[in-house]
Each structure stands twice: as C-alpha cells, then as structure tokens.
C-alpha cells in the first residue's frame, strides 16, 4: 500500500459515497486508475464495506452500556462458542476478548435500560459459560469514531 493508496482510504473514510471522479480528483489521479485501486482495495479485502451511519437515539438504540463478563473457563472451545453466541445478539454492537480481570468487553444499544435489563437477563447472562457481568451505562458519549488513523 502506498500513499496514494492511503489518500484513497482517508477520503473514502471521510465520505464513503463519494465519486470516482472527485475521488480521483482529491488523490491526483485519473478516474480508471483511481477506480482500480479501490477495487484492488475492495478485493484484497482492506475496504470491507460501504455502511450509512445511523443516529442511534433516532433508531431506538441511544441507550448504551459496557459489560464485562467473565467466563467460568477459557478454553479454545468456550471461546468459540461465546464468539458465536454473541455474533447472534443484534444490540451487541461490539465485541472484545479483553488480557486482564475479565475475559470479554462488549458494547451494547438498546432503546432504554428496561430493554437492556430483559437482555441482560434473557440472552446475555445466558451466553456460554459467563460466571459474572459488570454493567457500566454510559452517561455521555465523547469520541465514537468508526474511521481508522493511518500510519504514513
């Protein structure tokens, strides 16, 4: 990857609709070019995907919380299948195998925190081999940026 190639990538994290013609234009390359290296990117799987960023209070989904959970063990088999479980949930938006006191960090959005109690007690708690969760509702979001800083 060059540094054209890094221009392409911070423009289209600035404005993934943007055109070729104007992206080409940003990074000083003629359209066919320009439009091979973004497929080349798409392809070689560096882009992943075009997504429209949503405002979560507008979709219901303007309650956030962090949970740690604990596992009752850690074997490569618990984790797969913890893995799996939670790629099934829709309102975990992310999920982090974590090295310290606990074993995963997830990120949920749900519409309030009654929505979040019945998660927490129907699908979270009952995720594969979970010994204990820690609940942090977030009161304000500060930073949430979805777009990735590029080493030069």
């Given at each position: 990857m060059d540094r054209i190639d890094r221009r392409i990538l911070e423009a289209l994290q600035q404005d993934?609709?943007?055109?070729?013609?104007?992206?080409?234009?940003?990074?000083?390359?003629?359209?066919?070019?320009?439009?091979?290296?973004?497929?080349?990117?798409?392809?070689s799987g560096v882009i992943k995907g075009y997504h429209a960023e949503l405002d979560p209070a507008a979709v219901d989904a303007g309650h956030v919380v962090m949970v740690e959970v604990l596992l009752s063990n850690t074997t490569a088999q618990v984790l797969r299948q913890f893995d799996e479980a939670v790629r099934r949930i829709p309102q975990i938006q992310s999920c982090h195998l974590i090295a310290g006191d606990f074993d995963y960090l997830l990120k949920v959005r749900t519409r309030d925190i009654a929505e979040y109690r019945q998660l927490m007690g129907e699908a979270i708690s009952e995720l594969p081999c979970v010994k204990q969760t820690h609940t942090y509702v977030v009161l304000?979001?500060?930073?949430?940026?979805?777009?990735v800083q590029l080493a030069s």
């Open positions: 993934g609709r943007i055109s070729i013609v104007e992206l080409a234009a940003r990074v000083g390359l003629t359209k066919t070019p320009c439009a091979e290296r973004v497929r080349r990117l798409e392809k304000e979001t500060v930073k949430d940026e979805m777009t």
